[in-house]
């Protein structure tokens, strides 16, 4: 499922192609003959903006990706398939963007991801982690009777941090998955807020993560390198990288938990 990093890696690289682009054709009639003004990111979700108040908003969920193509050229992002090589459009074509320079796909295996124009819904996102202070992440989260993990997941909350970055932060707090938001130590508020930055900003810096079985992916030089900095997500049965304990998986709240039994409390 695509995180924060791994769609902020896609906005930037849209940013370089799309802007100043004009769409000629859609599902969406109101934004014909309109140029690309703009492309932001809110928690999870992508918006390319066509002008005042046309804001087209991708969310990917589990398996959303986008392709642009020009002149034999692409660029990739979101959930990473075969489709990323494959030829476009793919049965998982849900939508197709014509523009001036090239064309844009959203395919999506599962169909739960969405394309809406104006959504609502980033209303309703918390704020960023980037856009809190430490005092200000602390105030959101400590009054919460839910589970730590369970807590930094909820995007009216906090947006933009889903499972990977949310078990490796964790980690990086010395924190239990488990432990309910309300009972951490002041020292472990701080250390989370300082993880969870940590751990998104290197996400960006990698460009995200890839599914560690997808070697199609490497071997075209696409997708991201977070993978090999995973903390705890995705090591079960590892050696914690503190050198104290081996690596358990739960499952919390339905998705793929793991922790260092031995150094995180
Ligand atoms: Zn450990």
């Known amino acids: 499922m695509p995180e924060l990093p791994e769609i902020e890696t896609v906005k930037l690289q849209l940013r370089k192609v799309l802007i100043g682009q004009k769409l000629l054709e859609s599902k969406f009639p109101q934004l014909a ?3 690309v003004v703009g492309i932001e990111r809110k928690g999870k979700v992508l918006l390319i903006n066509f002008g005042p108040g046309l804001d087209l908003g991708f969310h990917f969920k589990m ?3 986008l392709i642009y193509e020009a002149q034999g050229k692409r660029i990739v992002g979101g959930h990473p398939t075969e489709d990323f090589v494959n030829k476009m459009p793919s049965k998982h074509t849900r939508a197709v963007f014509h523009l001036s320079g090239g064309t844009l796909y959203f395919n999506d295996q599962r169909m739960f991801g969405w394309i809406m124009l104006n959504p609502k819904f980033v209303d309703k996102l918390g704020p960023e982690p980037f856009e809190l202070s430490v005092d200000q992440f602390i105030s959101l989260i400590s009054k919460r009777k839910k589970p730590i993990k369970l807590v930094l997941m909820d995007q009216e909350i906090i947006s933009g941090v889903g499972n990977i970055y949310a078990n490796d932060a964790c980690w990086e707090a010395k924190v239990n998955p488990r432990r ?3 009972t951490l130590t002041a020292k472990q508020y701080h250390d989370l807020y300082i993880g969870v930055v940590r ?6 810096k990698y460009g995200g993560a890839t599914a560690v079985d997808a070697k199609y992916i490497d071997l075209h030089g696409l ?3 977070y993978q090999e900095h995973f903390r705890v997500y995705d090591r079960e049965g590892e050696m914690c990288h503190r050198g104290d304990g081996i690596i358990h998986r739960f499952e919390l709240g339905g998705r793929g ?3 260092c ?4 409390v």
């Not at 039994?261 to 995180?264: E, F, I, L, R, S």
């Open 63 to 65: 398996t959303g990706q």
């Open 261 to 264: 039994p031995k150094c995180q």
């Open 33 to 35: 003959g309109k140029k």
């Open 223 to 225: 997708g991201g390198h």
């Open 257 to 259: 938990t793991y922790y």
């Open 180 to 182: 309910l938001a309300n």
């Open 199 to 204: 751990v998104l900003r290197e996400g960006i």
